[in-house]
């Protein structure tokens, strides 16, 4: 079962931008008592002061999938609901490896 | 001094993905040796076998332009040079932290 990885982008409403990310980080926290969770990674766009990147690597994509009903999962998501513009994926990718993983 | 990241993706000429690939892991292997990089992750893109996705982090985007020089970035460079067909930036952006970082 080949590792799974995704790369996305979620803009916040306008001004809204940094308590986005603070939620996402948030959520990069909780994901750290979750095996199934290698590497989540927070960060801001360049240019964009509302825009938040995030880079998640999981051990399959069943395990991904699986973390989206965590109730700390379900949490962040009714916390950034209100404030979110849009989502989107920009890739989903099989990770080999490297430093970091 | 914000950490800086990026996203990009090689494309190999037909047929070469996987080796492709094992120049990169090779790289990012090379890379555990280089402090300001924090992360280099390596990934095959679904659906396009001769894509490969590559994540980095560093300190700073000093340290990333300083790692172009170094001789296994360029012998690496060297050997990729001949099988890749085309280069892509995807995003650049500030990583802020999270799980694995």
Chains 1, 2 share one sequence.
């Not at 069943?62 to 965590?70: D, G, T, V, W, Y």
């Not at 609901?81 to 490896?97: D, V, Y």
Request: some cysteine; hydrophobic content about 45%; aromatic content about 6%.
């Amino acid at each position: 079962m080949d590792r799974f990885g995704l790369f996305g982008k979620l803009t916040a409403k306008e001004g809204h931008g940094a308590q986005l990310a603070a939620i996402l980080l948030e959520a990069s926290h909780a994901m750290k008592e979750v095996s199934g969770c290698e590497l989540y990674v927070v960060s801001t766009a360049e240019n964009e002061p509302d825009a938040v990147m995030v880079y998640e690597v999981w051990i399959n994509e069943e395990a991904h999938k699986a973390s989206l009903a965590l109730e700390a999962t379900q949490n962040l998501i009714m916390q950034a609901k209100p404030i979110i513009a849009g989502m989107e994926r920009i890739s989903t990718f099989n990770p080999l490896g490297g430093k970091g993983l």
